[in-house]
């Protein structure tokens, strides 16, 4: 994200991931426990309060290699098949997973990672270092993790440990790391130290809790059903029919999953952002000081609240508001005194016309391009 600041206006908001799950009777509140066992009775509606069991939707036809898979809930399988070294927190911070300890040189330009001891894979089988360096090396080619790994030069197997050369320095290198890591050889039915591992019979695919998952925690369910859904449509057809209990949607994306009725949202904080870049090689965008009042004209709660529903998070710089590192005392309020103030410090005059690209093919940047627009004119 950092190589945005140049170019970057502002920040419009951090776009949350939406989950949503069916449920047969409206809640009160929403509920982290809906797959815990209840001893409370049904209540004799001839519905039941759950489903007779818990179903996610995926693509039987693409893998469930967590390194070339599809985003989405395709992503979200298998998630609990593999975990990586390292997780990121509720405020994005690194938090050693499979990773016992690291250390880094002086100028951060290679670290060593001591790998977790007892770590195992679903098949019992030990997590070794050249399952890692295998891993790592086959994600630094792939689509979705190659420009995030373009600094690693090399990777390295020892005992126990992975080494990482960088070609420049870089002090967050773990928080890059979350990456899954699979057992060498299965990337067709994957093989993690997650706590589901995958089951495939006759009667259709399955994921199993893993009784031997390292970290000894029981999982709310034993068997989570996978039906297949091999496009949105059929997804969004499984979710509304109750065939499956959860998908995510997001409401940035150009095709965004919308549904309606007795369901129930959670909002998940991420570092996807939509924001505004600008041609600082043309006047009078060149002016720092006429940028700073365009970004004080973007009324962002206004923004996540119309075009959101609420299920985002106004940000003025390119950080999550979640992360530690958010400079929260920098934040002006909007207003139009702001805007005003902020246009005189500029010695702008008027006169001359912005020009906002955006893609047509997404409805919501196009509403939210329309309102800046109209927002800047008045």
Not at 214 to 221: K, N
Request: proline letters at 7%; glycine letters at 6%.
């Amino acid at each position: 994200m950092k190589k945005y600041l140049v170019f970057l206006l502002c920040a419009l908001l951090c776009a949350g991931l939406l989950t949503g799950c069916w449920q047969a009777e409206p809640l009160e509140e929403e509920s982290p426990e809906l797959l815990q066992p209840s001893d409370a009775p049904e209540e004799d509606s001839g519905q039941s309060l759950l489903p007779e069991q818990l179903a996610l939707p995926y693509a039987p036809d693409r893998f469930l290699d967590p390194v070339t898979c599809p985003d989405g809930m395709q992503q979200v399988v298998a998630s609990l098949l593999c975990e990586g070294l390292f997780r990121l927190g509720p405020d994005f911070e690194p938090q050693s997973w499979l990773c016992a300890s690291y250390t880094a040189n002086a100028d951060f330009t290679s670290y060593t990672f001591v790998l977790r001891e007892g770590a195992t894979f679903s098949d019992g089988s030990p997590l070794t270092a050249a399952d890692v360096r295998a891993t790592l090396d086959r994600a630094r080619t792939s689509d979705r993790y190659r420009a995030r790994l373009s600094g690693i030069t090399a990777v390295s197997a020892g005992e126990g440990a992975v080494t990482v050369s960088l070609s420049s320095p870089n002090s967050g290198l773990p928080a890059l790391l979350d990456i899954p890591i699979l057992k060498s050889g299965t990337e067709a039915a994957p093989v993690g130290t997650g706590p589901y591992l995958l089951s495939q019979t006759e009667s259709g695919a399955w994921l199993v809790a893993n009784q031997a998952w390292w970290r000894g925690t029981r999982q709310p369910t034993d068997r989570i059903a996978l039906v297949e859904a091999a496009d949105q449509d059929t997804m969004l057809y499984r979710f509304t029919s109750l065939d499956v209990q959860l998908i995510t949607a997001d409401l940035t994306g150009a095709s965004p999953i919308s549904v309606t009725g007795n369901v129930s949202y959670q909002d998940t904080d991420t570092t996807v952002f939509q924001y505004i870049g600008c041609n600082t090689a043309r006047q009078p965008l060149d002016d720092p000081a006429f940028r700073r009042a365009l970004s004080i004209a973007a009324n962002r709660g206004r923004i996540v609240s119309a075009f959101l529903s609420g299920h985002g998070d106004a940000a003025q710089f390119p950080l999550s508001p979640v992360s530690p590192l958010y400079p929260t005392e920098l934040e002006r309020s909007y207003s139009r005194d702001n805007l005003t103030a902020a246009l005189d410090q500029s010695g702008y005059l008027g006169g001359r016309t912005l020009i906002l690209l955006v893609n047509s093919e997404n409805s919501f940047k196009t509403s939210v391009a329309n309102y800046l627009a109209e927002s800047f004119t008045s």
